[in-house]
């Protein structure tokens, strides 16, 4: 013990070793923030690719591609409802890594999916006045700029602490 | 319950497409409970009208089968018919 507090006291003498204590001492703080910072960036990358993976091609190409083809024929009839809602199934089948990772977020998607599915499909059954085609496809596009914007406003999330999947990679 | 295991369900002449989880509830209520043994393999046809099925109504139609049965019993004894192999498969993919 006497060797310890001789061995203090010699140190902190010297203003020299009092500064490179500080720098030490700040130099891992630093470290540990970078560290903390670092590993929760990539854990919010890694999540990030998951969204680029499941739904870039569907927010890029199927959805835009198959709202073309929802048209009213001659009949003032809707078109095209079987291909768009395929797309709409194909989503939620894909999506389903995120009943377990952000259940909230999938059962929020589910719902305006199904919303969507239901609006289109009801829409099939009816024949359209000429005044009514309009007021459908604001519906419809209203209707896919919120299913958009939810998924932009989710992916950019990033990881709550309180996630249980940061803490379990905690572990 | 016929010795087919089987029910033809009937909608409104002019109604091509189903949706809506009530409206699935209700058609299981009025025309496949009780006339079905579900111990066994079963048929469901859908009228040659229907030419699309949403999954709000399939998951109405058979959330008590489902819910007897179990998801796997379910796909692995239900047999779907309907005007084409889309629409059946279709309707199959929709069952969770």
Do not use: H, W
Not at chain 2, 11 to 36: C, H, M, N, P, V
């Amino acid at each position: 013990m006497k060797i310890i507090v001789k061995f203090v006291s010699d140190v902190i003498a010297s203003p020299q070793n009092i500064i490179g204590i500080i720098t030490v001492f700040f130099n891992i703080i630093f470290f540990l923030l970078n560290y903390f910072r670092t590993n929760r960036m990539s854990l919010v990358t890694s999540q990030e690719r998951y969204f680029v993976n499941i739904f870039d091609e569907f927010l890029m190409t199927k959805i835009p591609q198959n709202r073309e083809y929802l048209r009213f024929n001659d009949q003032d009839r809707l078109t095209g409802i079987v291909e768009f809602c395929e797309v709409l199934t194909e989503i939620g089948k894909k999506s389903l890594y995120f009943k377990y990772s952000r259940p909230d977020f999938y059962s929020r998607l589910k719902n305006q999916l199904n919303r969507i599915e239901d609006y289109v499909m009801m829409s099939g059954n009816k024949t359209f006045e000429p005044d009514e085609t309009g007021q459908f496809y604001g519906k419809i596009n209203a209707y896919i700029e919120e299913l958009y914007f939810m998924i932009f406003e989710e992916s950019r999330r990033g990881i709550r602490r309180k996630s249980p999947v940061y803490f379990k990679s905690k572990l | 319950m016929n010795d087919d295991n089987q029910v033809k369900l009937e909608f409104e002449k002019d109604l091509s497409y189903l949706a809506g989880y009530d409206f699935g509830l209700k058609t299981y209520q009025d025309q496949i409970f009780d006339k079905i043994d579900f111990s066994k393999p079963f048929i469901i046809v859908f009228p040659d009208g229907i030419k699309g099925v949403a999954s709000s109504f399939v998951q109405g139609l058979f959330k008590e089968i489902v819910g007897q049965m179990g998801l796997i019993d379910t796909e692995n004894n239900v047999t779907i018919k309907a005007r084409n192999e889309n629409v059946a498969n279709d309707i199959r993919q929709r069952i969770e």
